[in-house]
């Protein structure tokens, strides 16, 4: 696993306040990375970065704990490995290349202002390295300032291209510019929950239990669930009743006041 690190410069016009929060973020050192960031990756990888390799005779091979077992299902079908117990898709034992790429959250605070910062999880495999695992890195990509417009930034490793965002995994992330597609970059993602209710301390969402959340559903729109808890106690109130799939669409119930009048059943129910 590999953190691709370094504070990228300042590109062309940023306003003072945001040029100075990006920066102090930079400034910091190792860029305020928890220290359990890798075991975050990992954990991300391990679960959802691997393949059941099939060679013939049905003998197949975890690629992630590099337990050999057997198996009738075909290729793009999903099956659970006996010995992680993982499920995972398989694939050919022939596959030259593979590449999963998900988006990570940090939530990070400049003084009270709180920032999204985006990264990704990559895991390459090729057949050189056949049967023994991914390569993977996260390299942190933009910056999100929730809830304000005009106010994502990106560095030199996302591509300058009208299409396809792709995330280039270098060491050197170039300089921070404003993010001018005419579509947003998703905040969707793999939320990292360690900071969470202290970064939330002495701001709006201090009660909101979006740590919790973030804990037990583990991808999610944070930016979503932020503007959810920002205008009501909805999400608060359903992680605490442990249902967290409906946390997750707390601005659907337009109730406010009791749990009765907030979901249309009496609190008997849960």
């Known amino acids: 696993n590999n953190i691709i690190s370094g504070g990228a410069k300042i590109m062309g016009y940023v306003k003072v306040k945001y040029r100075r929060m990006l920066e102090e973020i930079d400034c910091r050192y190792n860029y305020n990375i928890p220290y359990n960031w890798d075991d975050f990756v990992d954990k991300v990888a391990v679960k959802h970065h691997n393949l059941i390799i099939k060679k013939p005779k049905n003998k197949c091979i975890c690629t992630n704990c590099k337990h050999e077992f057997t198996t009738t299902k075909k290729a793009k079908e999903y099956e659970k490995c006996p010995n992680c117990k993982n499920t995972y898709m398989i694939k050919m034992y022939n596959l030259k290349h593979y590449i999963f790429e998900d988006v990570a959250v940090l939530v990070d605070k400049v003084d009270s202002q709180l920032i999204l910062r985006l990264f990704e999880i990559r895991s390459q495999y090729d057949n050189i390295n056949r049967y023994y695992g991914f390569e993977v890195s996260s390299a942190e990509y933009a910056r999100v300032i929730p809830f304000e417009q005009d106010c994502t930034f990106v560095n030199d490793r996302t591509s300058k291209n009208q299409g396809y965002v792709h995330v280039y995994h270098i060491s050197n992330p170039g300089k921070w510019r404003q993010y001018s597609r005419y579509y947003g970059l998703s905040t969707k993602g793999y939320i990292y929950p360690n900071n969470l209710q202290q970064i939330f301390q002495d701001t709006e969402y201090k009660y909101s239990m979006i740590w919790e959340l973030?804990?037990?559903?583990?991808?999610?729109?944070?930016?979503?669930?932020m503007r959810n808890a920002k205008n009501s106690n909805k999400v608060e109130m359903l992680v605490k009743a442990q249902l967290y799939n409906l946390a997750l669409e707390a601005g659907r119930f337009y109730g406010?006041?009791?749990?009765?009048?907030?979901?249309?059943?009496s609190k008997t129910f849960y």
């Open 256 to 265: 406010e006041g009791s749990f009765e009048n907030i979901f249309g059943v």
């Open 214 to 225: 973030a804990k037990k559903m583990e991808c999610f729109d944070i930016q979503d669930v």
